[in-house]
Every structure is written in C-alpha cells, then in structure tokens.
C-alpha cells in the first residue's frame, strides 16, 4: 500500500514528457562532446589543413604538376629571351606571360626568380614597386660569359682528349664533318645565320658530351644559352669573319687527334677567347642592346 502511494505522488510531481528534439536538453548532454555525426562532418578534407593559419599541404599530384608547370615556363621564358622575343631592357609582364603560355602567373613568376638567378632577368626597383625587366646585352657581360664558358669547355676538351685513340678519331671525324658543313654554308651568297649557329654549337656539344661529366655538363648547358642571346642578336654582322673560327676549329681537331689535353684546353680557350674579341668589335660599332 505504501509503494503505490509513493509511486503515484512520484507521477504526480514528475509527469512524464516527450523526449526532447533539442540535444540540450535531453539526458546525459556533454556540450564539450560532438556527436559522430557532427564529427564526421567537420573532419579535414585529405591534403588540406584544419588550421586557417597553415598553408595546405598539397597532393603529391598537385606538387608535380606544379613542377612540371615551373620547368615549363623556365624553358619557354629563357627561349623568349634567347631568340630575342623579349627584347633586352624591355619590362616583363607576369599576367601577359602566363596568358601567353596558358598557366597561372604563380609557375610564372617562380620561373622569373630562377631566371634572375641565372642572369637572364633583373630586377629593377624604384621609389613604388619593384619590376622585372629583361637583362641588356653589354661587352662587359659578354666577356664574362665567353671566358666562363671558354673554360668550361676547356675542362671538357681535357677529357676528350684522354680518351682511348679509337674513340678519338671517331670524334675527330665528326667534328670535320660539322667544320665542312660550316664552310659551306659561310659560301653561300646569304648564309643562314641560324644554321651556322646550330652546327657550330653541335660542334662544340660534341666535345662537351664527350669529355665532360654530369656537373661539367650540367654547368655548360646553364651558361651555353646566355651566350646564345649574343650569337642570335649580333650574328648578321659576324658573319663575314667565319672564316676565323672555322680555322681555330681546325686546331681543336688536330689536338683531339694527337691526344694532348693541353693543346686541346688551350685551342678551345683561344676560341672562345678570339670570338669574343669580334663580337665585342661588333657590339662597340652597333651598340649594345638594351642598356639605354
């Protein structure tokens, strides 16, 4: 009798409800707990950071095609540069680059701080901002590259010149061949500016490809290119001296036939060196490019 008074007084002071929609208020609420659900949905999405302050960390196929659009706008904007399409001294456009080569201006501009690395790009600031501009043609600078890569290949040649006789007169023969294709394209009543130029760098590669290891190799072919910019600029106007060159590659030749890496070191530096003294002639009576 007891019980069922004390359950009924229990109902009466306590009725019982519907259990609420609210989480709030319902029995065992924790508001420092999320439920599942909630937790699932907030959970960071792979290769972003839940942290607003931290950049994302990118898929590793995002950081490829990254750097395969970097490499891209390097060799593309040094091609510009080298064949003359953008004009030494002239201002560099970051949004009219990245239209021209379809890609966002952010392998553009990462592509632009490796040029000025390399001499092909400088950075010119004034009072309000700073811009890029295309590095001018200077004597000056045209010394430093023929000496540089005069020595370069100097250091190749030595290698060339210490392979096994076999091997050498294969080479020899080549660089003969490449010498004759010379000659004739000099005696043509308009020689091609750009045929001489790709045979008278495969001549040279040869003996790099040959005689030089990877860093040699990888040296040459980051400053071949800066005195290419001076060939392909300067070349309707050296064109009546080939005779000269033709006849210092005769001397490499021999040297690589007798074996004797210093006679070999010496004939490629004296070339480097005698082209030099022409097209700094070339440049003192055309003026130089860019530098006003």
């Known amino acids: ?49 839940p942290d607003p302050a931290k950049p994302p960390v990118r898929s590793k196929a ?20 080298v064949h003359g ?18 890609m966002s201006r952010t392998p553009v501009r990462s ?17 309000r901002k700073s811009r890029m501009v295309v590095a001018p043609l200077t004597k000056e600078d045209a010394g430093e590259l023929y000496s540089i890569i005069g020595h370069v290949e100097g250091l190749a040649g030595r290698g060339t010149a210490m392979l096994p006789r076999q091997r050498r007169v294969e080479i020899a023969a080549e660089l003969k061949r490449l010498n004759r294709d010379l000659r004739a394209i000099a005696q043509e009543k308009v020689p091609a500016a750009g045929s001489i130029f790709d045979t008278d760098r495969n001549f040279h590669r040869i003996i790099v490809e040959s005689g030089a290891g990877p860093r040699l190799r990888t040296l040459h072919s980051s400053i071949e290119p800066q005195a290419e910019r001076y060939w392909r600029l300067y070349a309707s106007s050296v064109l009546h001296d080939l005779h000269l060159p033709l006849a210092e590659h005769e001397a490499i030749i021999d040297a690589v036939l007798a074996g004797d890496p210093d006679r070999v070191e010496q004939a490629l530096q004296t070339n480097w060196k005698n ?6 002639t070339v440049i003192e009576i055309c003026g130089e490019r860019g530098s006003w």
Request: hydrophobic share 35%.
């Open 1 to 49: 009798m007891y019980t069922l008074i004390r359950e009924r007084l229990i109902r009466e002071r306590f009725p019982r409800t519907a259990p609420s929609r609210n989480p709030r208020y319902s029995p065992g609420y924790n508001p420092t707990r999320m439920p599942n659900k909630v937790i699932r949905a907030v959970q960071p999405v792979r290769g972003s950071s």
């Open 62 to 81: 995002a950081r490829q095609d990254h750097g395969n659009s970097l490499r891209r706008a390097f060799h593309e904007i040094r091609e510009l540069i």
């Open 85 to 102: 399409r953008l004009a030494p001294g002239s201002w560099i456009v970051e949004a009219d680059l990245a239209r021209w080569l379809a």
């Open 111 to 127: 592509a632009l701080h490796l040029l000025q690395r390399e001499g092909y790009v400088l950075e010119h600031t004034n009072v």
């Open 275 to 280: 082209g030099c003294i022409r097209l700094a």
